[in-house]
């Protein structure tokens, strides 16, 4: 069964969807190991008031995604400067209760 990672940061939002639209190739870049070592989905979130954002990945396992990103830091830590972070991104694995309500995303 896959896993979802979360990474929160407290930082700008906006700021790191400028830097984006400002490195698209980087961008694309990252994706695209991200993608060699198993991505199955991705997006970034900013929080409406500003003061964060997160993102959700899923992959296939947590170690799909700790390769990946111990082969991509020097690639990814320019994203994260430029949303001006207040400490240090951590992630969160989470992974699917069986609840019996499960609707929506292929259910």
């Given amino acids: ?39 199955i989905g991705h997006r970034f979130y900013g929080s409406q008031d500003g003061s964060g954002l997160i993102v959700v990945d899923e992959w296939p396992d947590r170690q799909s995604f700790e390769s990946f990103y111990e082969e991509q830091a020097d690639a990814i830590r320019p994203m994260f400067e430029a949303a001006q972070p207040k400490g240090e991104p951590t992630p969160m694995y989470w992974e699917e209760l069986e609840t019996g309500d499960a609707y929506g995303w292929g259910a």
Avoid at 26 to 37: D, F, R
């Fill in 1 to 39: 069964m896959s896993v979802i990672m979360t990474l929160r940061i407290e930082g700008n939002a906006e700021a790191l969807e400028k830097y984006a639209q400002e490195h698209k190739q980087e961008m694309k870049t990252v994706l695209g190991a991200a993608k060699s070592h198993g991505l």
